[in-house]
């Protein structure tokens, strides 16, 4: 029961004390911190309209009684642009939008705090403080103004205006011109009131429209963090209003008038033409003349038109200057003192209408013919052209220019200018040009053209020359040099070349006569008139024999004018020769491993008649030889590698084979012969060394072995000579010369000789004579018993070796030499100094010796 009334009591108190909570819930309050500060609930919170977008730019600050968490929350008027954001939870206000002051000074907007059951909302005004972001404008654009250009200088004359939004210092306007070298205006920086500037003048004839540039500048302010001065410029057209204090003024002098020949009283013959100086209020002109007219010429005093009152034929003068005066009109309608004056110069002058004429020995003419022969000398005036022309106008008019048209720079005229009538001249001028083989006749025109007038008259003749020839030619080959090619054993008489020579005279200038001369030329003849080159009727021409002939050909006119040109005959090689061998029968001893050759020589002069080809017609065994088709060498089978498969083809003991082999020769027609070859066959004799290798290049060439052992021998000879002499040039700086003393040393029972072995004459087995002679030369081997291969022959047995000092240990020299001593009489120490001296030299010459003895070792053992 106790444990229950205290149950009961506990949910007493838990009920009581939540009623009191719900009786005792407060709302939640912002803070106030005022204005300058950057938390509370915004009231009268500043911000500067340079604040970048995205800045925290103030924090809303709250609490509540109960200590419960609160939120807050930003928005704005219905229809108004949002400028910021709130976030709930940390009262943080971030600004989303760009600021302009000038469009928008104050924000207006609801706060609230809430902590779940309570919510306060505040309305507050946060105020857009000025950045200098805004320039000055101009009002009342555009500045065109228009003052006299009489104005006086330092008069004001119109005033700019600017306005900057900006508040302070960034929205005063200050104002100045862009300088200029030629500035002629002034403003006040603070009014802007534009004046012409102080000692200039304005002038309508000179610059009637001034552009000037002026600069409105504020006062400069903050913006972004930096200071910052904005400007803005604009134009002022500055039109002058023309004022009259310029005189008139002529255009387009000077003046040139002209009076012809066809001119009747009233004829115009110029214009004259004056402005107002006053360009932009002119007044009208009045034209009159001062002097110079004699009476003869009129001017019309609105028009400025000059005009002829008489005939020109009662003109008394050539050219007349007439003094012109132009005034303005003033108001009274009467001339003004502003005036000018001008000389109008009048000429009379001729009508140009008469063109040049060509005139001729009979009245005029328009064509001129002359008949002379070609060739005259350069310089030469053709005087069978009488030529005169002439032009009937006067002065300019009657001025022309001659000129000949046609082959350039043959003929020249003169005199080129002509004023009204001359003489014309022609003459040679390039006598190349002047050539009967070019043309039997030359046409030129002559052509007279006025120079200087506007209708630049003319008139033209025919120059016609027929020429005559002479014989001004010699006879010229088509060519320097004739190349032909003939076939050998051509018939007598055949045609070998034609050659051709021309002579462009005519008649018989033109005749050309063909004859032959030179080495050579006695097997050919030509034909006088065709040059028509053939052999001679006897001749029979062989490539074997001659294959090259050349001569001249001489090509003469009838006067004896000749030209010369070189002919080359080439005699065609013909196959009209069989391939030969030396012989019928051939006996030729094969090496197996080495082939021999065969060859055939034929007589024809050139490829491929004289090209051989090989083959094998026939052959016994057959199928054991092979041959080369090119150098006719003749070769075993490959199979075929020694004498035991030798032996097991045939029968024989002698081993002599044969077969037939054909040479052809590569013309046309081709033609062949053919050989019977007996081809001993043997094996070669091992030999080893490089003179063995030598031996078996040489075998075929004896004499080149005999040769090279004569140089060997030389050689050793030319060696002991100079060891001897240089002994003997060492030896010779002694004070005493020692008698030459030869000893004789007994050469050591096992040592055996030193000699020369030369090849082997006589052979134990068939091969060896391959190995060493030229099996083409070898007599038949003999089938009997071999003879005993008898001993080489030996060379002169050496002299015996010089006396030394050598060790006992030493091993004595047995080389050839002829040894002298250098010795001086002194003391002991002197003879020792000599022995020692002897020493050195033995030891130089013993290793000479060693040398040598071994060089010619090595050589003997190739032979063995």
Same mark, same amino acid.
């Given at each position: ?12 108190l ?43 730019i ?5 609490t ?45 907007l609801l706060?609230?705090i ?94 009637p ?35 009259q ?79 012109v ?73 009657a ?88 076939p ?30 030179g ?13 028509v080159?053939?052999?001679q ?20 006119d ?6 010369l040109?070189?002919?080359f ?7 009209d020769?069989?391939?030969e061998?030396?012989?019928? +029968?051939?006996e030729? *001893?094969? =090496? &197996?491993?080495?082939? !021999?050759? @065969? ?5 024809? %002069? ?48 002698d ?50 072995a +005999?040769?090279?052992? *004569?140089? =060997? &021998?030389?050689?050793? !000879?030319? @060696?002991?000579?100079?060891i001897?002499? %240089? ?6 700086k ?29 052979f ?52 050839p030499?002829?040894?002298g ?44």
């Amino acid at each position: 029961m106790k444990k229950e009334k205290k149950t009961h009591a506990l949910l007493f108190l838990l009920l009581l004390q939540f009623t009191l909570a719900r009786q005792s819930d407060y709302a939640p309050y912002f803070y106030d911190n005022g204005p300058s500060s950057t938390n509370g609930n915004m009231a009268l919170f500043s911000i500067s309209e340079d604040t970048p977008v995205g800045t925290q730019i103030y924090i809303l600050n709250g609490t509540d009684p109960e200590g419960d968490p609160v939120r807050y929350g930003l928005t704005f008027e219905k229809g108004s642009k949002e400028y910021f954001r709130v976030e709930p939870k940390s009262g943080n206000v971030t600004l989303i939008q760009e600021l302009d002051r000038e469009k928008q000074g104050e924000i207006s907007l609801l706060v609230s705090i809430t902590d779940g059951r309570n919510k306060v909302v505040e309305t507050v005004r946060v105020f857009v403080t000025d950045a200098n972001d805004e320039p000055p404008e101009f009002q009342n654009l555009p500045f065109i103004i228009d003052i006299p250009e009489d104005t006086t200088p330092g008069s004001s004359i119109y005033r700019v205006q600017a306005v900057d939004k900006d508040m302070g210092s960034g929205g005063s306007v200050s104002y100045y011109l862009q300088t200029s070298p030629f500035a002629k205006f002034t403003i006040d920086g603070h009014s802007g009131i534009l004046r012409v500037k102080p000692g200039e003048t304005l002038d309508y004839e000179t610059t009637p429209t001034h552009f000037v540039t002026v600069v409105a500048k504020d006062g400069g302010g903050k913006y972004k963090g930096k200071h910052q001065v904005l400007t803005s410029t604009a134009t002022i057209t500055v039109n002058v209003i023309d004022a009259q204090d310029m005189p008139p003024c002529f255009v387009g002098t000077p003046y040139f008038g002209y009076v012809y020949e066809v001119s009747v009283p009233g004829s115009e013959i110029f214009t004259v033409y004056a402005k107002d100086g006053d360009q932009g209020n002119p007044n009208p002109i009045h034209y009159s003349i001062m002097n110079g007219s004699d009476g003869v010429f009129n001017i019309n005093s609105t028009s400025g038109c000059i005009t002829l009152t008489t005939y020109p034929s009662l003109l008394r003068n050539e050219l007349y200057e007439i003094i012109v005066k132009a005034s303005e009109v003033g108001p009274n309608e009467q001339p003004s003192d502003d005036y000018d004056i001008t000389t109008v110069t009048v000429r009379v002058v001729d009508l140009n209408n008469h063109p040049p004429t060509f005139y001729g020995e009979n009245g005029q003419q328009s064509k001129f013919e002359v008949t002379m022969y070609e060739h005259p000398p350069a310089g030469e005036i053709l005087r069978g052209f009488k030529i005169t022309v002439n032009d009937s106008d006067q002065g300019a008019n009657a001025k022309f220019k001659l000129r000949l048209v046609g082959p350039s720079r043959v003929l020249r005229v003169v005199p080129q200018t002509v004023l009204n009538e001359a003489q014309v001249t022609i003459i040679v001028e390039d006598t190349s040009g002047i050539d009967y083989e070019k043309g039997p006749t030359l046409s030129f025109k002559l052509l007279a053209v006025e120079i200087d007038t506007p209708e630049r008259f003319s008139a033209t003749a025919d120059i016609v020359i027929n020429l005559l020839d002479t014989n001004d030619n010699i006879p010229k080959f088509t060519s320097e040099y004739y190349i032909a090619r003939v076939p050998e054993n051509s018939p007598g008489g055949s045609s070998v070349a034609t050659v051709t020579a021309n002579d462009p005279d005519s008649g018989p200038w033109g005749e050309v006569k063909y004859t032959i001369y030179g080495s050579g030329s006695d097997l050919f003849a030509i034909h006088p008139s065709s040059g028509v080159i053939s052999t001679q009727p006897w001749t029979s021409l062989d490539a074997e024999v001659r294959s090259k002939y050349n001569f001249y050909v001489k090509a003469e006119d009838s006067e004896g004018k000749y030209s010369l040109a070189e002919v080359f005959i080439t005699v065609l090689d013909m196959n009209d020769h069989s391939p030969e061998f030396d012989d019928k +029968l051939l006996e030729k *001893t094969m =090496i &197996i491993g080495i082939p !021999v050759r @065969v060859e055939a020589v034929d007589d024809d %002069a050139e490829s491929p008649n004289n090209v051989i080809q090989y083959s094998i017609m026939t052959a016994d065994p057959d199928n054991a030889f092979d041959i080369n088709a090119d150098t006719g060498e003749i070769k075993l089978k490959p199979y075929i590698k020694s004498m035991e498969i030798v032996q097991n083809i045939t029968k024989q003991k002698d081993c002599k084979w044969s077969l037939v082999v054909q040479a052809r020769d590569r013309g046309s027609p081709s033609f062949s012969t053919t050989a019977v070859v007996n081809i001993d066959i043997t094996e070669a004799t091992p030999l080893k060394g490089p003179m063995a290798a030598f031996l078996m290049k040489s075998r075929d060439n004896p004499m080149k072995a +005999l040769g090279m052992v *004569t140089v =060997i &021998i030389s050689m050793l !000879v030319g @060696v002991t000579v100079l060891i001897s002499t %240089a002994m003997y040039m060492r030896n010779s700086k002694s004070n005493r010369i020692m008698p030459a003393r030869r000893i004789i040393r007994r050469r050591p029972r096992d040592q055996q000789p030193w000699t020369f072995k030369m090849p082997g004459i006589t052979f134990n087995h068939p091969a060896d004579k391959f190995a060493i002679g030229d099996p083409e030369r070898s007599p038949h081997r003999n089938t009997g018993n071999p003879r005993p291969k008898p001993p080489p022959p030996s060379a002169p047995s050496l002299p015996p070796p010089p006396p030394s000092n050598t060790r006992p240990r030493e091993r004595p020299q047995a080389v050839p030499t002829i040894s002298g001593a250098l010795a001086s009489k002194g003391s002991k120490k002197a003879k020792s100094s000599r022995r020692k001296e002897g020493n050195i030299s033995s030891a130089l010459v013993s290793e000479l010796k060693m040398k040598l003895e071994q060089k010619i070792i090595e050589s003997n053992q190739g032979y063995y």
